[in-house]
C-alpha cells in the first residue's frame, strides 16, 4: 500500500500523475479534482446549515463536492436519487442540495475559482460525518450515520483484503455512488488506491464498450451480473478484466458461474449492509464457497445467529444480524438463511425461506420468492421467474395452471395453510437502484391497478361494468395522501382497457375528444361504467356515474396502423 493515501488526506495531497476521471476517451488527473474540490469547498463555505444533501449524476463531481463539503465543515446527507418525493422528505433535515436536482430545489454550485486557503488540514476522522439512507427489506427509508473514520477502516480492509493486482485499472460501474456500495467501491477506494473512476454504464452494450482500451475493475450487482446478454464479445475483456465484484443482494449460484464464464474473472461477492459496512467476501471459483471475514472484522456464531464486530460499526460492540450462519472447517462461514423470515399463518410457524427452496428445487422455476400479505386475513404469497420461456405465464389459464402445479409440488412439505395462495409470474424480480429485491417492490405485484369488472353488459356495440374502487388500489397511491381520489388518467385508461375487452378496438390511439371531468370518486365508491362504440366512425364514448352523480366522460377516436 505504498502509493496509498488516508481518506482524511486525499483533498489534502492527491495522487500526482494519477488519472483521476476516465469520461468520453479523455483523463483529468488528480490536479482537477483538486481544484474542483476547492471550488466546491469554497461554496459551502458560504453557505450557513450543517447539513447538505448530495445528488450528483456523474462520480467525479460528486467525489469533489463530497470533499469540498467535508473540508467545509459539512455533514452531507447521501441521497439515493432525486425524485421530489426523496427532495420533500429531506426537506426538514438538511439546510440544502447540491448537485443535480430538479431546478426548484435551488441547489448549490460550486464557485468558480479558488477558495483562497493557501493548504488545508487533513480531515478529522471523527468530526467528518456522512448520512446513508438505507431501503431496508420494507422499501422505506432510514437514516444511518457514519464516521469517516468507519468508512477509512472499511477502505482500508477492501485494500488489503482484494486490492492485489488491481493497480492502474480503471474503476467501471453499474451501480450508484450516492448508496453505501457504489460510494465505498466507485468513490472512496478509488480515491485512496489512485485508481481512475470511469461514469456509470446503464446498458451492458455501453459497459463492454467503454472497457475495451485499458485494464479494468467491474462493480456490479447481482441484478446486473443475472442478466448480462451472452451474444456481447465479453471474451475481448479477459485478460483485462482484473476483478468483478457485487453486492447488495445475494448472488445465487448458477449465475455467479454463469458470470465467470463469460467474463473470464470469477466474481468476487461482497457481504455487509449500510449498518454493518463490509463483513466477510467470498470469490466464486468453486461450486460454493464459503464466506471470509474482511481484515479487522470479529464474528461469532450465537444461537445459530452471526454476530460481527469490527471498526466499521460506530461502537466496539458485538452486533447480530439476522442472518442464520454455521461456521466453516476453513476458518469462514456459510449462510443458513434469515432468521427473521419465520412468519404464522394461521397460527402456523412457516419458513418463508424453506417455501423458497422448495419452489426452487422445481425445475420449471429459476427463481422465486415467498412473502405475506397483510389484510383482514394474511395470505401467503409467492413470485415466480419461471424457467425458459414459458409460454403458459402469458395467458390467464396457463398461469392458473402454473400455480396449481407448483402448489402440488410444495405438497409434498406443506399443507395447504402453509402454502401460497396467491401467485405471480414475471419475467424478473423486481429490484430497486441498488439491485435489491424489496418487500415493498414484491407487495406491490399484488396491488392491482384497477378493479375487477363486474361486466352487466357486453353486446356488439355497448357494454356496462361496475367497478368497486378498493382502497388497497395501487392507482390511489399519492392521489392525495390527506383525501384519496381517483386519477382522471387512470378513468380514461381503464375506459380504453375495458373498452378493448368488450369491443375489437383498432390499435392505434389518434386522439382524445370532449374529455370532462365532473366529480371525484373515492375509495370505496361503487361505479358505473357506460360504453359505447360506434365501428363505422372509430369512435368509443365512455361515462363514469355512481350514486353520487357523474364523474367523468369523454370520446376517443382510433385508428389502424396502415
Do not use: C
Not at 469517516?148 to 488489503?160: D, I, N, T
Request: without cysteine; neutral net charge; hydrophobic residues 45%.
Amino acid at each position: 500500500m505504498a502509493d496509498w493515501l488516508a481518506l482524511e488526506e486525499v483533498a489534502v495531497r492527491p495522487h500526482a500523475g494519477r488519472p483521476f476521471v476516465l469520461a468520453d476517451g479523455a483523463a483529468r488527473d488528480h490536479a482537477a479534482f483538486h481544484a474542483r474540490t476547492r471550488g466546491w469547498h469554497a461554496a459551502f463555505a458560504a453557505r450557513a446549515g450543517q447539513a447538505w444533501a448530495l445528488y450528483f449524476d456523474d462520480a467525479g463531481e460528486f467525489a469533489a463536492a463530497l470533499y469540498g463539503a467535508w473540508h467545509a465543515g459539512k455533514t452531507v446527507v447521501l441521497a439515493g436519487d432525486a425524485l421530489p418525493g426523496t427532495q420533500a422528505r429531506l426537506q426538514g433535515e438538511v439546510a440544502g442540495f447540491a448537485g443535480d436536482w430538479p431546478a426548484s430545489a435551488e441547489p448549490l454550485s460550486a464557485a468558480g475559482g479558488e477558495d483562497g486557503l493557501a493548504a488545508w488540514q487533513a480531515l478529522d476522522p471523527e468530526a467528518t460525518r456522512l448520512v446513508v439512507h438505507t431501503s431496508g427489506s420494507t422499501g422505506e427509508p432510514a437514516a444511518i450515520g457514519k464516521r469517516l473514520r468507519q468508512l477509512a477502516s472499511e477502505v482500508r480492509a477492501l485494500e488489503s483484503a482484494l486490492g492485489a493486482g488491481l493497480r492502474g485499472a480503471a474503476v467501471h460501474g453499474t451501480v450508484s455512488h450516492q448508496h453505501i456500495y457504489g460510494l465505498l467501491f466507485r468513490v472512496l477506494w478509488p480515491l485512496a488506491a489512485g485508481r481512475a473512476i470511469v461514469p456509470r454504464a446503464f446498458f451492458p452494450e455501453d459497459l463492454l464498450a467503454a472497457m475495451v482500451d485499458h485494464d479494468v475493475v467491474l462493480v456490479a450487482s447481482p441484478a446486473h451480473l443475472k442478466r448480462m446478454p451472452s451474444q456481447l464479445d465479453w471474451a475481448s475483456l479477459h485478460g483485462r478484466l482484473r476483478a468483478v465484484f457485487s453486492s447488495g443482494g445475494a448472488l445465487p449460484a448458477e449465475a455467479a458461474l454463469a458470470a465467470a464464464r463469460l467474463l473470464g474473472t470469477a466474481p468476487t461477492e461482497i457481504l455487509g449492509s449500510s449498518e454493518t459496512g463490509g463483513i466477510a467476501w467470498r470469490r466464486w471459483d468453486s461450486e460454493q464457497p464459503a464466506w471470509r471475514p474482511l481484515p479487522g472484522v470479529d464474528w461469532r456464531v450465537q444461537e445459530g445467529a452471526l454476530e460481527v464486530r469490527s471498526p466499521h460499526l460506530p461502537q466496539p460492540e458485538w452486533w447480530r444480524s439476522q442472518d442464520r450462519a454455521e461456521a466453516d472447517w476453513q476458518g469462514g462461514f456459510r449462510l443458513l438463511g434469515r432468521a427473521d423470515r419465520i412468519v404464522k399463518v394461521e397460527e402456523r410457524r412457516v419458513s418463508l425461506d424453506a417455501l423458497e427452496r422448495q419452489l426452487q428445487s422445481h425445475p420449471g422455476v429459476r427463481e422465486a420468492r415467498v412473502l405475506l400479505l397483510g389484510g383482514a386475513r394474511t395470505t401467503l404469497a409467492a413470485v415466480v421467474v419461471p424457467e425458459g420461456d414459458a409460454p403458459d405465464m402469458h395467458d390467464a389459464p396457463g398461469r392458473r395452471a402454473l400455480s396449481q402445479k407448483l402448489s402440488a409440488h410444495l405438497a409434498r412439505h406443506q399443507d395447504a395453510v402453509t402454502r401460497p395462495r396467491r401467485w405471480r409470474f414475471v419475467p424478473a424480480l423486481p429490484t430497486n437502484a441498488q439491485g435489491k429485491v424489496t418487500e415493498a417492490a414484491l407487495t406491490a405485484l399484488f396491488r392491482p391497478e384497477r378493479p375487477t369488472p363486474h361486466w352487466t353488459r357486453r353486446g356488439p356495440a355497448h357494454a356496462h361494468a361496475e367497478l368497486r374502487l378498493d382502497p388497497e388500489l395501487a392507482v390511489f397511491d399519492g392521489h392525495f395522501p390527506q383525501a384519496a381520489i381517483l386519477p382522471g388518467v387512470a378513468q380514461l385508461d381503464w375506459a380504453i382497457q375495458l373498452a378493448r375487452e368488450a369491443f375489437p378496438l383498432p390499435p392505434r390511439f389518434l386522439r382524445m375528444e370532449a374529455l370532462k371531468f365532473q366529480r371525484v370518486a373515492r375509495p370505496g365508491d361503487l361505479i358505473q361504467l357506460d360504453l359505447e362504440w360506434q365501428a363505422e366512425r372509430r369512435t368509443l364514448s365512455f361515462r363514469y356515474v355512481s350514486v353520487h352523480g357523474p364523474h367523468a366522460s369523454g370520446r376517443v377516436v382510433f385508428g389502424h396502423d396502415d
